[in-house]
């Protein structure tokens, strides 16, 4: 037996309601962002996750998976949620003990930019292999193993008008299929929805993302018989404009927060003081309001370690913004920012 702790970089501040034009956690776990701290493939395990969209605004969100040495990304897509839509999917090995993560989903909501189901976790964004990424090599192993754990993150990209052509097209309907129910896959892109691509006024079909996202997972070792769930930490007051026009994809993460209720920078966070009050504080960046709310000077928890019960216990702590301080090829420049 063992007794996991799973934590998003020490989410131990948790945020009264606010208003939706600052960032802060929300301890009902429904937000503009979630927050996964922990999937892995290593020793026999599944991650197995859902995201559910609690509002009656179907939305368009982005899916970024990204591995555990340094936090670049091995995936991201596009994933499309009609009103009250649940999204499940697995990751697991997609060989042996040194191989690649992938990601497979029998779900039919509308994905974009997946060519294949189940997709195998891609070296790109630390090797410097792919041209054009943007993505230079880091001072890591460039092997694929480097994707078998990490953490991932679900953004609210934008709200689909009720009424669009585009809320149309990704609706389930009675079928279990969105739009007509044509299937999915009828226009040889894994997961998208036929229409979807060819909508040349999108622009006026999306509006500034709202709440309403909820998210869990679970590790999983069906050999062991093990189950360690969790749910998703959920930022909100994320963003008060649109992230993502026209539709396509876009290289987007916690770097995009954003508050108009800010007035010296361009992101306010709400932080908890030691009695529980809020504190607002505006940040020149976006992530250093995330990293804000996020923040803890100590960890406290349970642990069990037992012979007489086989137990033991794991701790995994995630720091979800520790890629825009550390990172030098990519976010922090020639040195490490405080």
Known sequence: ?????????????????????????????????????????????????????????????????????????????????????????????????????????????????LPTIPYVFRPYGYDGALAGSGMPADSGPHTVDRTREGH????????????????????HVQTGEPGDGVPASANGIAGNCPGVGALT??????????????????????????????????????????LISPIAPVLLSLDSANSLEATHGRARAYVSTDKGKQFPVDYERGQDAVSAVLMADALYNEYLVSAGLGANTDWVVTFPTKRFYVDKGLYAGTNPLA
């Open 1 to 113: 037996m063992k007794m996991p702790v799973l934590i998003a970089a020490a989410a131990a501040l948790f945020a009264l309601a606010q208003p939706a034009s600052a960032v802060s956690v929300n301890p009902r776990g429904l937000g503009q962002v979630l927050l996964y701290p922990y999937y892995t493939v290593n020793k026999n395990q599944d991650t197995v996750l859902t995201v559910t969209n609690v509002s009656d605004h179907a939305k368009v969100v982005k899916v970024q998976f990204l591995e555990g040495y340094n936090g670049r990304t091995v995936v991201d897509f596009n994933l499309y949620l009609s009103a009250h839509d649940l999204w499940n999917a697995t990751i697991s090995s997609s060989g042996g003990a040194t191989s690649a993560a992938q990601i497979s989903t029998g779900d039919r909501s509308c994905i974009d930019t």
């Open 152 to 171: 991932f993150e679900i953004i609210a990209l934008a709200d689909i008008v009720t009424g669009s052509a585009l809320e149309t097209a990704i609706t």
């Open 201 to 242: 006024d999108p622009d006026n079909q999306l509006a500034t993302p709202t709440s309403g996202l909820f998210g869990s997972a679970a590790i999983v070792n069906v050999g062991e018989g093990t189950f360690f769930a969790y749910n998703a930490d959920a930022l909100t007051g994320f963003t008060d404009h649109l």
